[in-house]
Each structure stands twice: as C-alpha cells, then as structure tokens.
C-alpha cells in the first residue's frame, strides 16, 4: 500500500523557517514526480513546488519562488520542503503528493501537515 507521510509542520513567526518532510513508501518511485501543495482555509488546494524523484528539475509556485526549495533523498525515500522567510499568507496545510511522469493527474496524496505563520 502506498502512504506518503508529511511531518515536521508546526507554528512560526513570519520571517522563520520550517522544513516539511514527506517518507514516501509501499512501491518504487523512480518514475514519478513528488510535488508539495498546500490548501489555506477557505481556499482552494494550490500548488506549490515539484521535483523528480530522481532530485532534478525542481519547480515552484511563483509565490514562493525563492523562499522555498524542494529537494529528494532517494536513500530515505523522502522529499522535503525547505521554507524560509515565511509570510502569514503560507499558513494552510500542506500535502505531499506523487504522479507518474508524463501523466498530469496526481495519484498519491499524503494526509497532510499544518503550518501556521503568525504576524
């Protein structure tokens, strides 16, 4: 069974940083794309940055270009999620998620994790 499983949300101050993590198991994932999204309240799911599982070609939400940076460590199965300078509007819950290459709909999803910036 696959699970993808995010941890390491929590609350900060704007300007801090977190780093999210996603253990990825139950089947190989070399030909798959991990991405991070994130859904605020009230607001629709958004996403927010991808990588190959192989760790290249890295992508990112315009908003959070530059701040944020997704990275994969095939070792540990895990990708993260490195944000920095964090703003009160990254406050949502953030989602783990897998697709194949070249397919365009996201088959694996996480539970997700909290992260709450205060001003």
């Known amino acids: 069974q696959v699970q993808l499983a995010e941890s390491g949300g929590g609350l900060v101050q704007a300007g801090g940083s977190l780093r999210l993590s996603c253990a990825a198991s139950?089947?190989?994932?070399?030909?798959?794309?991990m991405g991070w999204f994130r859904q605020a309240p009230g607001k629709e799911r958004e996403f927010v940055a991808a990588?190959?599982?192989?760790?290249?070609?890295?992508y990112y939400a315009d908003s959070v270009k530059g701040r944020f940076a997704i990275s994969s460590d095939n070792a540990k199965n895990t990708v993260y999620l490195q944000m920095n300078s964090l703003k009160p509007e990254d406050t949502a819950v953030y989602y783990c998620?897998?697709?194949?290459?070249?397919?365009?709909?996201?088959?694996?999803w996480g539970q997700g994790t909290q992260v709450t910036v205060s001003s």
């Open positions: 990588i190959s599982w192989s760790g290249i070609n890295p």
């Open positions: 139950g089947r190989t994932f070399n030909n798959y794309v």
């Open positions: 998620a897998a697709r194949r290459i070249g397919r365009t709909e996201w088959v694996y």
